[in-house]
Structures are given as structure tokens and as C-alpha cells.
């Protein structure tokens, strides 16, 4: 598990970006794989969710997942719901204790928030088509809703691809340019004629600042090249494989907060 300084200061939340270690799962899965979108044994998807929740001590709350596309949706959590009731989002917002947000990467950026004076905590899923058409703007929009300020939210992004193995075409730069001209800056040639190396980070954090927050922190982590510590989906595409794992990462508001 893979904590940063910045939400690991905020009496009252706990979070965790972890790993694809410390799990049950087998072969491609190996061994915390947390999607129950992969292939993988159902029980041994709920084993190593269990695990992750123990890992932050956690066990009493509900840990809860949406099933992501890609998109701009936002659920702001109230109540817990079972994973076969679990909406289409690809971010979750919510004031409530014990309600454990999690998102699933393999590749795409992970992005936990949290206004610590207002309660509101927020989780994202954001690749690039959901931070292209808005999702971060969209969870701190919801926060904001909630009680939170974007000027006093603290936003994390966990391992992600690196500009190092991102390579992409040029309609993929094309598309970038033509949402914003200052966006040519995220990308670099790469040895492909033709192509280029996309930093997807950095762009998030452009979309944060832009909407407001001033305290980003990102993991330096390339979920890609590091095969021992994070699935990854490109990575499972280059070696032709047929399925991979998905990474959890959680941020949760905790009953400590009440006596802050």
C-alpha cells in the first residue's frame, strides 16, 4: 500500500493507493487484484478486498465501488449498496463516515480528495477519455455541493502510466490540441515516426488547478514498467495477454474525525 503526505496529514481520513501485492489471486491476476470486471474467482476478488480494507484498518466500513466507463458521472454516497447494485460513475463524493470510496486503475490515474474543514472526501477514475470530458471538474463540483472548497480540497494522484510509456497517435494529440492549444506542452516525440509520449498526470493536475485546487500531490510510480508492483493494462496488451488485474485505491472519512 502506497500512501502520500498530503491526505496522510488529514486527521480523520484514512486512504491507501495499493499495489497489485498481498493478495490470493493467481497467474495474470497475481495477487491483489480487486476487479471483479477481470476474469478472476469471484471469492478470490472479495478475498483481497477484505484484505485492503484490514491493510487500513478498516474492516467496519463498507468499501464500495462503481463500475466505471470512462465517463464524467459522479455518485454522491449517502448509504452502502451491494457490487451487484453498484451504479455506472466513474468518481464517488461523500460527507458520511464508513463509507469507503474506491476506485480501480490499471494504467489510468487514481485521484482521492478530501476537504478536511467540510468532511467531503472524493474518489476519481480518471483516464484520459474521463478527464478529457470533465470527471475531475465534475467529483469537485460535487464535493463543493457538499460543503467543500475547491481552494481547501487536498488532491492525491496515485500510480499511473508515465509519459515514458504512453505512447500514442496523432489523432490522440489531435484531439488534446483541439480541446486546448496549451495541451501540446504534455506531449513529446516518441521513437515511432509519427507518435507521441502523453503525460496523463500532469494533465490531471492541470484540470485540478484549473478548477481550483492549490494542494496536488502525485505518486512517482509508472504503472507500466513497474510489472512487480501494479497491473497494468497496456503492459497486458504488449504481451498479449487476455486479461489483467485492477489496482484499489480507497479514501475513507473515519469515525476519529467526529472527535477532531
Known sequence: MITLSLLNDLSGIRHGFFTRTGGVSEGVYESLNCGYGSGDDRENVTQNRRRAMSSLDQENAALLTV???HSNQVKVVVQPWSQDQAPVADAMVTNKQ???????TADCSPVLLADIDAGVIGAAHAGWK??????????IEKMTELGARPDNIAAAIGPTIAQRSYEVGPEFKERFQNDDGAN?????????????????????????????????????????REDDRFFSFRRSCLKGEDDYGRELSIIVITPEFARR
Open 67 to 69: 463500475r466505471q466507463e
Open 98 to 104: 464508513n463509507l469507503a470510496l474506491g476506485i480501480l
Open 130 to 139: 474521463g478527464a478529457l470530458c470533465g470527471v475531475i471538474e465534475a467529483t
Open 184 to 224: 501540446e506542452e504534455l506531449f513529446r516525440k516518441s521513437a515511432t515516426d509519427g507518435h507521441f509520449l502523453f503525460d496523463l498526470a500532469e494533465y490531471i493536475c492541470r484540470r485540478l488547478r484549473t478548477a481550483g485546487v492549490k494542494a496536488i500531490v502525485r505518486a512517482p510510480h509508472d504503472t507500466c
